[in-house]
DNA sequence: AGACTAGTTGATATTAAATCTCAATTTCAG
DNA sequence: CTGAAATTGAGATTTAATATCAACTAGTCT
């Protein structure tokens, strides 16, 4: 399914489904989870592709242009990234000691940014909430 | 005010205050807005100071490390800082054709945050919300 | 199917934010 | 004042990300 959408996404922009495209669009689907490029370049050539980092570099603007991928957030590592397509939105906890990430989905605070916006005249598209500190295990130490 | 508290992490880290870290600050704390250390390295120049970009960096860690400066966000085009020294939190709106900033401050979004953070046996330290969208200027267009 | 054309690829160069190196200089405790 | 320890600036380095471009495909048209 992601894959027709990133198919038709190409078509109206009058670009190609290429093999290396196809190989990114399946190995960031493989799996939920919160990835840089260089790791996902990593795990291409560990799967087997011969793509390379530009074209996942490349790929990825794709991804995202689509709508089918998020930039989740940039460190001072890199960005990070997740498929969101077949996942509702969320917003996420970072643990400052072992990075695990949490996930969380409140209905009731993203109706508050709306009135937040409304409140300041301000047409909000999207948003980023971001909330550090210590997960549940690395606060028993 | 400012001054006292960073001289006294200085003395606590025992490191020195020195003309470039008592220029930045200045230059730091001389106007509430939201900006980039070429920016601020460039203000400074024109303020007379010959501080390097190298102390602009270094002086910018140490004043978020001191607290006194928050490293609000990380663009592609490089990270954006604000004094935190007396003014209350607050989050971001950032309309993304005239990149205007607007500042807002809910009350009861941060005691939903705390919930949350409790429902997922998180222990919040701090957080970062930036909701991108169109200014009501902008809109007009 | 074959050929044409516009888009793509990978290797490499480039860019730019941020940090590092280190000799010369400055701070500040004693 | 003095000296040890920290800091500075110029330039080198690092590294994520993008740009370049000749060789190569994908997809369309006949
Ligand atoms: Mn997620
Ligand atoms: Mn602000
Ligand atoms: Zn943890
Ligand atoms: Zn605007």
Known sequence: MPREIFQRFLIEKRLKLTKERIEVLNEVFSAHDHFGPEQLYLRLRNAGSKA????VYRTLNLLVE????????????????EHTYGH???DHMVCSICNRIVEFYSE????????????????????SLEIKG????CRKQ
């Open 108 to 127: 009731y605070l993203e109706q508050l940014q709306d009135e937040i916006c409304k409140k300041h005249k301000f047409s909000g598209v999207s948003h």
């Open 88 to 90: 509702t939105h969320h």
């Open 66 to 81: 689509s709508g089918l991928v998020e930039k989740i957030t940039r460190t001072d590592k890199g960005s990070v990234y």
């Open 134 to 137: 210590y997960c549940e295990t």
């Open 52 to 55: 390379s980092r530009a074209s």
